[in-house]
């Protein structure tokens, strides 16, 4: 029998961030492993013209959670969304709904962010900040609370090349950036950021770094960990190999690859690529949820959910890997056929975003127009480029986590533990996870249906030839020109003309002596 397993069985739970990536994923495998659990409150905010139960209705009507709907056929009574908005104060949760959570709950994992790298300062302050420390004042007041488990990142302090599963200070204090947040204007805080985020990329890694602070000093007595995953990718294992359903990470770059808009992008080939499945946090996540509760740590234990220092995988590896699968089984409707390559100056990188990337993309649009559409294609490029301005700095570089903390989890467990909550990445084969990661963000992410492989091969064989005679065509007309206008090339012409007629009656000549 799973210890870890048992241990939820009959919990109360609460999970905020339950409609990302990673929290469908931890309330799916809850739900697999534990159907015997109380309640999982989920703390869900009204968006995109939908209310809470459709939220929950459409998480369930998924195929994330096809198996769980067998084990569990009860899930959605054990589902209790609470409406609640963490940029609010107090989250804007009921009397009645803060009442219940305070007076149940038994653990609490805290997956709600802004993951975005370009959110305004004020803003991630406000969610990765303010509502972790409102969450933990709520927490305080939770008489059977056993466990509060933080999601950070890895990359919370990106500054460094080593880190240790310790929390490092930061210069202003977060109680200092809240309070001033509170008063300053935007274009103070504009005019700041850069000081205050130093020598991380973005306000991302530094609000998560401060956040880690907050749990630190205002869950002194409370029995906390904190997570902190590196880049997440799709599944591993569980509930099925490949699972993803948005672009954040390598996903949207994995699609640009595919479907032919990515040619060329700055990377170092052989930096670690430090990707970590995204069963596998849940996994490390929950384990810890147990440790947590039941051995009572005596101080806050930080987890690093990382790979490369267990089973290192660079980014060469990685990207011919999702060219040859793109390759096999080619994404439908690509721009262009899928080929890329690394540049590693900012000259080849801007070389090659103008040849390979602007370019098409705006003969592309001419032929739109020319036809009678709306050009659509440069608006995508610019933000494809943006987008990887944006990573640049993570595949650039490489860090090394110690994962010692993670490393006495794993032993921790009992065999059967080992087995079902796995977080031993070592185990991983990187080539088979990236085939399936690919085939993921085929089918679940672009919705694509395997019986159009077919197809898509002859669209890539199309894209091919159409490729050949444009380089062909665009020879020829560089080559009128440059006759046209320089005497040099005239010269050449008349040189290559003479040597392959004189070849050629040479030819005759001997084939005709031969006969
Ligand atoms: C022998 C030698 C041979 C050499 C051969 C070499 C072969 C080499 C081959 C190379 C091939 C390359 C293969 C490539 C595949 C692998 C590359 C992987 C690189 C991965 C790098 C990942 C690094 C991530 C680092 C993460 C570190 C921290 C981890 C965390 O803790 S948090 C999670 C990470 N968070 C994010 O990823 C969020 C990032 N996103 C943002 O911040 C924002 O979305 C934004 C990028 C700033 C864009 O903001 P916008 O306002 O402009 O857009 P918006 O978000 O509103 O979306 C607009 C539309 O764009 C879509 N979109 C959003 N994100 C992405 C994305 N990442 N990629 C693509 N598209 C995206 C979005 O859906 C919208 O679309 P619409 O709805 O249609 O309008
Ligand atoms: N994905 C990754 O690569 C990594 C993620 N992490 C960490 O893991 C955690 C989960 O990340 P991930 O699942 O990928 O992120 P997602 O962006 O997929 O999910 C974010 C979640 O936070 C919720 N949320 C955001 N703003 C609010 C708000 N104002 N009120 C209520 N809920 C809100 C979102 O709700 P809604 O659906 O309403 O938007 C969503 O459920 C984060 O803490 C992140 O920092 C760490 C390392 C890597």
């Known amino acids: 029998m799973s210890m870890i397993a048992a241990f939820y069985g009959g919990k109360s739970i609460l999970i905020t961030g339950a409609t990302g990536f990673l929290g469908k994923v931890l309330m799916e495998k809850l739900f697999r492993t534990s159907p015997d659990l109380k309640i999982i409150y989920i703390l869900v905010r009204p968006k995109a013209g939908q209310t809470l139960q459709q939220r929950v209705f459409q998480i369930l009507n998924s195929k994330l959670f096809e198996k769980v709907k067998e084990i569990c056929p009860n899930v959605h009574e054990k589902i209790r969304p609470i409406s609640a908005d963490l940029n609010q104060h107090d989250f804007g949760i009921s009397k009645e709904d803060l009442e219940e959570l305070l007076s149940s709950t038994n653990i609490v994992f805290h997956c709600a962010a802004t993951v975005r790298f370009d959110d305004h300062l004020r803003h991630a302050v406000q ?20 466990a509060f488990i933080h999601l950070s990142t890895a990359f919370s302090n990106c500054n460094l090349k080593h880190i240790d599963e310790v929390i490092y200070p930061c210069s202003v204090e977060p109680k200092k950036i809240i309070d ?3 008063w300053l204007d935007d274009a103070i805080i504009d005019e700041i950021t850069p000081k205050l985020i130093g020598d991380r990329p973005n306000t991302y890694t530094y609000t998560k770094a401060l956040g880690e602070i907050v749990v630190q000093q205002e869950g002194a007595n409370m029995n906390i960990a904190i997570i902190r995953p590196s880049i997440v990718g799709a599944t591993w294992q569980e509930p099925f190999p490949g699972w993803v359903d948005n672009l954040n990470g390598p996903s949207g770059l994995i699609i640009a690859t595919g479907k032919g808009f990515l040619r060329a992008i700055k990377a170092t080939p052989m930096a670690i690529a430090d990707l970590i499945p995204a069963d596998t946090v849940v996994n490390l996540t929950l384990a810890a949820g147990w440790y947590t509760a039941v051995h009572r740590p005596k ?32 994404f439908e409707k690509a721009f262009r056929r899928p080929k890329a390559d690394f540049t590693t100056t900012r000259f080849t990188t801007h070389y090659w975003n103008a040849v390979s990337h602007r370019a098409p993309a705006i003969i592309y649009d001419i032929y739109l127009r020319l036809t009678g559409r709306k050009p659509r294609v440069m608006k995508l490029m610019n933000r494809l480029l943006r987008t990887i301005s944006m990573l640049e700095y993570f595949i650039n570089r490489s860090w090394e986590w110690s994962t010692h903390n993670t490393e006495m989890l794993m032993s921790m467990l009992s065999p059967e533990d080992q087995r079902m909550f796995n977080f031993d990445v070592r185990q991983l084969n990187w080539l088979e996870y990236i085939e399936n990661y690919v085939l993921g963000v085929k089918k679940y992410l672009l919705k694509e249906d395997m019986a159009g492989v077919p197809e898509a091969r002859q669209h890539l064989r199309r894209l091919r030839n159409i490729h050949y005679l444009f380089n062909i065509a665009l020879f020829l007309i560089i080559w009128r020109l440059l006759i046209a206008r320089w005497q040099m090339a005239r010269n050449v012409w008349v040189f290559i003309v003479s040597f392959c007629s004189k070849f ?12």
């Open 504 to 515: 050629l009656s040479y030819f005759r000549a001997s084939s005709t002596l031969k006969l």
């Open 299 to 330: 101080s806050t234990l930080i987890y690093h959910c990382t790979s490369g220092n267990l089973n290192p995988c660079n980014w060469l590896k990685m990207g011919l890997q999702v060219l040859a699968t793109c390759e096999k089984v080619p």
């Open 180 to 182: 001033s947040m509170e």
């Open 127 to 146: 969610l990765n900040v303010t509502a972790t420390q409102q969450l933990l004042s709520m927490a305080s007041q939770m008489p059977k609370l056993e």
